[in-house]
């Protein structure tokens, strides 16, 4: 009881820190959402502006996008990182090399990622440069558009190119250590590959594949770089519309602003309730692995 004490005292000033930053920002952009905002005379809370925001006509599309390109690069990068950490941990040995080469990509600025989608995936790209070369299209702009589409397919692959290291980072380690304790005996008892990884490895690791899923999807719903890079002008999503807003020079388009950040915010925070519900059974597996590895 007194080794917890001292460990909560140990981390209470950086608590007190990150809890009094992040709070007090949180009450001051509810604060001007409700629309106070004494320097231009406004000084009764509304909700006119949460309603004006999310009454807009450009509000549903935005939404369905951001959830669009958010559910779709996280699916992407839940396949592709997941299957180069099994893959990884199924025929490479860990190294200081290997781990280096897996969080590589994540030093990419997002800005960098959106140019190198622009430069190859673009109508004048490189891709539809290649294409008009072999004579498989007679015009450059025959190419599929994969930027600056309706869709939304070059925001989703964009943020999918961040979001894909990131989860083979999270589930590499526990896809290892499976494999160095169960794998082990799996192993003995003669499991070949496929057996090995559809009833040992994924079975075990599918808690971290969940969290590195919920925390990629409240990236991508949030993530305002990528989608102002590759984004149309409309819809757009909801992070770029609240930018726009903000900068806005009429300042009563502040408010609804600070609005939609708002509305960002508590998705987020039911993203938030569903991850710590995921990282009680991704503790729980932690746990069971290094009980399996002192056995």
């Known amino acids: 009881m007194k080794l917890r004490f001292v460990h909560y005292l140990s981390i209470t000033p950086a608590l007190l820190i990150i809890v009094g930053l992040f709070g007090g920002g949180m009450i001051l952009a509810l604060v001007r959402a409700l629309g106070i905002f004494p320097a231009y005379g406004l000084v009764v809370p509304t909700l006119d502006f949460f309603e004006r925001a999310t009454g807009s006509s450009w509000f549903l599309p935005s939404l369905a996008l951001t959830t669009r390109v958010a559910a779709l690069s996280t699916l992407i990068a839940v396949l592709a990182g997941t ?42 790209g490189l891709v539809p440069r290649f294409l008009y070369a072999v004579g498989w299209i007679s015009e450059m702009s025959d190419a599929p558009p994969l930027i600056y589409d309706e869709f939304g397919l070059g925001i989703a692959l964009g943020l999918a190119l ?111 309730v569903a991850y710590f519900a995921f990282s009680r059974r991704y503790d729980a597996l932690l746990r069971q692995i290094r009980v399996g590895q002192t056995a």
Do not use: C
């Open 83 to 124: 299957g180069v950490a099994l893959g990884a941990a199924l025929w490479l040995r860990p190294s200081w090399r290997l781990r280096i080469g897996l969080q590589l990509p994540l030093y990419l600025p997002h800005l960098i990622v959106a140019n190198m989608l622009l430069v190859v995936f673009s109508q004048s």
């Open 162 to 272: 961040k979001e894909t290291p990131f989860v083979a980072v999270l589930v590499f380690p526990f896809a290892s250590s499976v494999l160095e304790t169960y794998g082990r005996v799996a192993r003995t008892l003669g499991a070949r590959a496929p057996t090995l990884l559809f009833r040992v490895v994924l079975p075990m690791t599918w808690p971290a594949v969940a969290t590195a899923a919920i925390i990629s999807f409240a990236y991508g719903f949030s993530s305002f770089e990528i989608p102002y890079v590759l984004g149309r002008t409309y819809p757009r999503t909801l992070s770029n519309v609240a930018y726009e807003l903000y900068t806005s020079a009429e300042p009563l388009d502040r408010p609804e602003a600070i609005a939609i950040g708002v509305v960002i915010v508590l998705i987020n925070a039911v993203l938030a």
